[in-house]
Structure formats: structure tokens, C-alpha cells
């Protein structure tokens, strides 16, 4: 008889995009993003942090103060990560990320020609540019869907190697 509990498609790849957030280095929020193409295959994977080059330790993480000094004008999130990490045309694939895309990510996800958006968390649902990524992920007919909170910290102790 097979296993039950294995894993479904939608959590592997959310348990992917949460390990991959655990990759960042920014102390207030880490996110993580995994492109899939349409035979369920990783195409790739992206966290929020510093471009290349770019010290992780020289660089800010502050939120507050002059926008020269916080992470804002410096930190590539998740989503321009893994698009850019992706050696493929990503026409018709779909993005499982573990925070709502802003709207500069949602730009890219529809210029990259991403077709569905799922995510974990939307803590920043009312705020301005969640507002403008919904405004254009509508317009373009990009759909995003909410997956429920998923039993991923269980997992990594549960396989066995007998
Ligand atoms: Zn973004």
C-alpha cells in the first residue's frame, strides 16, 4: 500500500518557498517565492535580500530613517529573484510565494508571463501597493488564491530511511 500522507503538489511547493525564505537575511521579513512550469517541476527558486555583490553586512536593514539608510532602496524581493534566476520562459507558469507580491514584483510576474499566484500570507492587504498589485494582476487576468495554512514544520521529521 503507498503512503497517505504524502505530500500534494500545492504544499510541496509552498514548503519549498518557505525554506527558501529561510535563506534571507532580513531581520523583519523573510520571503520566499518558487516558480513551477505546467509539468510540476521547479523551474526556479527566490528569496528577498541585497543583490549580488552586495554586502549583507555593509548594507542597511533598518525600515526607519532616511531612504538612502533602510533596506528599501536596496533589497531584490523574492519574485525578481526567482525570475531572474530562471534560465527558462516562464510563459504560463506559476508562482508560489509565501507573502502577497507588491507592486513591482507584480509587474514582473506579468511581464515574465506568470498565469497564477499563490500565497500564504497577506499582511499588507490594505496597503497601498497590494492595492496597486491587485488593481493590475486583475487587469491582466492574473489570478492569486490564498492557500491555507499548511502543516510544514511537521514534514522534515517525518520521513523515514529504513
Ligand atoms: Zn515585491
Given at each position: 500500500m503507498k503512503r497517505k500522507e504524502y505530500l500534494d503538489w500545492k504544499t510541496y511547493f509552498m514548503t519549498v518557498a518557505k525554506a527558501s525564505a529561510m535563506?534571507?537575511?532580513d531581520p523583519s521579513t523573510q520571503v520566499g517565492a518558487v516558480v513551477v512550469n505546467r509539468l510540476q517541476q521547479i523551474v526556479s527558486t527566490g528569496y528577498n535580500g541585497?543583490?549580488?555583490?552586495?554586502s549583507d553586512d555593509d548594507f542597511p536593514w533598518e525600515r526607519e530613517g532616511d531612504f538612502v539608510n533602510t533596506k528599501y532602496p536596496y533589497v531584490a524581493h523574492a519574485e525578481l529573484n526567482a525570475v531572474v534566476a530562471s534560465?527558462?520562459?516562464?510563459?504560463?507558469c506559476e508562482l508560489y510565494v509565501t507573502l502577497f507580491p507588491c507592486n513591482e514584483c507584480a509587474k514582473i510576474l506579468i511581464q515574465a508571463g506568470i498565469s497564477k499566484i499563490y500565497f500564504?500570507?497577506?499582511?499588507?492587504?490594505?496597503?497601498p501597493n497590494v492595492i496597486a498589485s491587485k488593481r493590475m494582476l486583475d487587469a491582466a487576468q492574473i489570478s492569486y488564491e490564498l492557500l491555507p495554512d499548511l502543516k510544514i514544520e511537521i514534514l522534515i521529521n517525518d520521513i523515514k530511511m529504513d
Open positions: 535563506r534571507s537575511k541585497f543583490p549580488r555583490g552586495i534560465r527558462t520562459d516562464l510563459t504560463g500564504m500570507d497577506n499582511k499588507y492587504d490594505n496597503e
